[in-house]
């Protein structure tokens, strides 16, 4: 059956069965005809939780506030729940669509300025200065997660001297290739020469990356009091979390005009969905 019937006869149950007010039904119908014609000729039973999100996140290019997409991914969600308790498909699509109200449970992005004084505030004259700064530098340049950063070996940046990407692992296993950036790649490349021999020495020989000041592994925890630390060192007082610079880095580059898939595969998200909470952070996250 067309979408466009389908949108007629769910508008008839919500006001005849439903008792809906004429406003009520009006907003329904401006949202399902803006959902309609996104998915085209599209089989209503074929729609997936990503073509959901990527509606949203038009909407919010086209220039719709938080509430308003809101309210049309309600109606998109009542809309796919009254075919499903129908028996017209057996497919909801909105169940694993996150509100943007959600963008509140963000942790708070750091400002650009803040980033730099985070990073700068590291000094560089020790093993472990340089191995701070190129785990910061890697952070905010790669969008990783502190738990992909700390398992890295030295193979996977410089299997046969310095690449301008790497390999990190996420979740599930799941591997993506991301770009270093000059500062991020310097930064490790002078820690890879000046810093990890001196800490290695200390240890047994780990082909990690990052190394703790006895020579082991660095741990997710000592990672994050690494952050922790600079940010006391640069006098910055909000509130650090060991997300921060994934959080900055994916935020930055939106606002820089970034395409949003381009930042899903940065992050290594399965969903655009997602990824679509940081294009839903107010307009003074960064002031």
Known sequence: ??????????????????????????????DLERWSARLGSRSIGDVTSSEVSDHLAKLRAEGLGSSSITRALSTIRSFHRYLVAESITVNDPTGSVLSPNRTLRLPKALTIDD???LIESTPTDTPVGLRDRALLELLYATGARVSEATVLSVDDVRPD?????????????????????????????????????ALSAKGDGSPHLFLGARGKPLSRQNAFLILRAAAERAGITAVISPHTLRHSCATHL???????????????HSSVATTQIYTLVTKDALT
């Open 1 to 30: 059956m067309e979408v466009a019937r389908l949108v007629e006869q769910f508008l008839r149950f919500m006001a005849l069965e439903k008792g809906r007010s004429v406003n009520t039904i009006a907003a329904y119908r401006r």
């Open 161 to 197: 001297g310095m690449r301008d990407v790497i390999t990190l692992t996420g979740k599930g296993n799941k591997q993506r290739v991301v770009p270093l950036g000059t500062f991020a790649r310097d930064a490790i490349e002078a820690y890879l020469v000046r810093g990890r021999p």
């Open 115 to 117: 980033v730099a004084l």
């Open 254 to 268: 939106l606002r820089g005009g970034a395409d949003i898939r381009v930042v899903q595969e940065l992050l290594g």
